[in-house]
């Protein structure tokens, strides 16, 4: 019975893992960045979330709507500042310039939070069953976090602007000489991840306590799970999330608890060297 | 695709490394610019430099930040009134010099070691924390700088040898024993514990020490588990707690991770007769959990409800020095608008120790001082203050702690109570908890 009840901690919180490596992937399969300043966008997210409810007194769900939209701007603006000079140049100088843009962000969040930890007040109760207690803002979250898998599924099957994504993480020497316009979906593929990462950091915000430098935790983690998931692939990111919040609820009952980021990195390199596409696949 | 993975590796190794040194925020500047004139001549007034490092960022940012405030409150106290006298007829006023440590250990020994060296502090107060104040020990030890160490409670560092560092807070072995006295009283047949606590060496050691103390007590320890300094998800080990069934839950860390692990507690709606966590109750800010902060009970180093009086000194037949416990929390509440917690006492207290052994010694002469608290045996607003000078030099021997339970006060808002010592109580343990 306590097994069932970490296991269903454990997946509630890996769908918000997922689309916290969605944001990652998406980056990665599109555009073969890798974004370091994929955590510190998170941990705005998160602030954004609580300066949002404390400030205007709103449901942080309806500050979430708001966060997420400022991350999707937020990430065309990253894009078309810092990383569109450097979008053909090495992968080096490409995660130079995410690590520059996480510097800028930790620097300046640090001047204005500080690193002192903060919390959203806020509850929607809990249901109990038997000895499984699940908090309903873990509940909303989960929810959230397959709408939000949902929508993007959507639009990069059904949507016109989601096929050229395909189209230019496919190829994007191909996409080009078809007449999509290379650089418009590259920033729109950077808006999408950075607002991915801001609505898995907002919907973390609604339960944990975080600071400044609480996204560098997620980012690991969704390293490891767009490892897992296969590296460009969104939905192999929301399976790997369930799989890693799977293993984190279930570790603890065996071992002691600190060695859950062990066993964590440990599947990492097993998958980097026996399946370095992933589990599900990566994008070819 | 191959080559591209060892590229991805490679960059993601790039990327720890980057981040591990990422995190580090660049030294803060000091706090102030006052310079030394450590002490020999025979000026009519000199200025001694106080060196310390706190954390501005980091962790322990609560607790540290009150700690340097209470430090503040008497270094502007004793300077307003000239100072301290010595010997000579001299008068000596205090400034403070001090960095941010960002609550890691690892910056500690470079900072102190520049206090010393570049800023010419004449004399040390310990860094927040037990690893930080145990990393700064060795240094003002090779240094032969006295150093005063508040906001940390740990034993070992006092059986190293040390002959300069002494210890203002009861130690950690004395952390948490006293909570099981309470509970045993109120509750004879709870004997199943669960010990779960941060992964520092204050709340290991406190840890530590409860458990042998405990199962010298006949308890049993049903489950016994470190966590990590920064986790924010619980619920794994809440789950463990659950499925050990103890009847109470002792451990916890620091502030950050104890109102976490007390929220969580509250919201997995977990049964438990007595909770008990270091470090965070006893704060003020704990109280904004609200329901959740509600029986929840904490060693305190000091309480503003303490007793501690000139009386009681003179019935102990030892000396009262310095402000009433009134005094103080009024000083404290008109300078930084908040009632004071332990580390800011402990932090007044600490500078108020120095100062005491400076104006009995008569002399800023770092061996006289020494000699002086090393045979120091006093009552103040903080507690009684007396240090081990034989096999754990500098060790803390006086002081006792207080523990505190939140409890329904008023319009249910919580109130803190004094449960323990049976001397101090206003008002009785409640158990269960909730």
Known sequence: MNLLASLVDGLLIGFVY????????????????????????????????????????VNPYIALILVALVGLASGVLIYAVAIQRVINAPHLSTLLAT????????????????????????????????????????????????????????FLYRTRPGKYVRAVANNRAAAELMGIPSSRILALSFGIGTLLAATAGGLIATFFPFTILAGGAYELKSFVIGVLGGLGNPLGALAGGLVLGMLEGVIPAFLPNTWVPVLEFLLFVLILLVRPSGLFGAKR | MKRRFAVLISMLMAVGLLA????????????????AAPGT???????????????????????????????????????????????????????????????????????????????KADFLISPYGSGPTDAAAVIAEQYGKIMITTGA????????????????????????????????QAKPDAKKLAVVHENDKFSTDVSNALKSYAEGKGYQIVLFEGYDTSTTDFGPIINKIQQAQPDAILGGGHFQDGTTL??????????????ALLVAPPEPKFAELGAAALGVVGPSQWEPAATYNADAAKSAGIEWYGPTVAEFVK????????????????????????????????????????????????L???????????????????????????????????????????????????????
Request: proline content about 3%; some cysteine; glycine content about 10%.
């Open chain 1, 18 to 57: 997922g689309i916290a490596a969605m944001g990652l992937t998406l980056i990665w399969g599109v555009m073969n960045v890798i974004n370091l300043a994929h955590g510190p966008l998170i941990a705005l997210g998160m602030f954004g979330v609580y300066l949002i409810t404390t400030a205007l007194g």
């Open chain 1, 99 to 154: 690590f520059a843009i996480n510097m800028i962000i930790i620097g300046l969040g640090t001047k204005v939070f500080s690193t002192s930890p903060y919390t959203i007040d806020f509850s929607l109760g809990s249901i109990s069953i038997g000895p499984i207690t699940i908090l309903g803002t873990r509940l909303v979250a989960a929810l959230a976090a397959v709408i939000v898998t949902g929508s993007l599924y959507l």
């Open chain 2, 20 to 35: 591990a040194c990422g995190t580090q925020a660049p030294a803060s500047a000091p706090t102030s610019a006052g310079n």
């Open chain 2, 41 to 119: 001549g025979a000026a009519s007034s000199k200025t001694v430099t106080i060196g310390f490092s706190a954390s501005l960022t980091g962790a322990s940012n609560v607790e540290s930040t009150r700690q340097k405030n209470g430090l503040q409150l008497w270094m502007d106290q004793v300077n307003a009134r000239g100072g301290v006298a010595l010997a000579d007829g001299s008068k000596v006023t205090f400034t403070a010099k001090s960095y941010d440590d960002e609550s890691n250990k690892d910056r500690v020994q470079e900072l102190y070691a520049r206090l010393i060296n570049d800023d």
């Open chain 2, 153 to 184: 409670a740990s034993d070992s560092t006092y059986s190293k040898g040390y002959t300069l560092v002494y210890q203002m807070y009861t130690p950690a072995s004395r952390y948490l024993t006293g909570a099981l006295d309470a509970l045993a």
């Open chain 2, 262 to 275: 007390s929220k969580q507690l509250y919201e997995k709606k977990l049964s438990t007769q007595f909770l």
């Open chain 2, 331 to 378: 000083a404290y509440k008109d300078a930084y608008g908040e009632e004071p917690s332990y580390h800011a006492a402990g932090g007044y207290a600490a500078g108020m120790i120095l100062g005491k052994a400076l104006e009995q010694a008569g002399t800023l002469d770092t061996p006289k001082v020494k000699a002086t608290l090393d045979g120091l045996d006093l």
């Open chain 2, 380 to 434: 103040n607003f903080f507690g009684h203050i007396k240090f081990n000078t034989s096999n754990a030099h500098g060790l803390q021997i006086g002081h006792d702690m207080v523990y505190i339970q939140w409890q329904r006060g008023d319009g249910d808002k919580p109130t803190k109570q004094i449960i323990w010592p049976a001397a101090a109580t206003t008002a009785k343990l409640t158990i269960p908890l909730r």
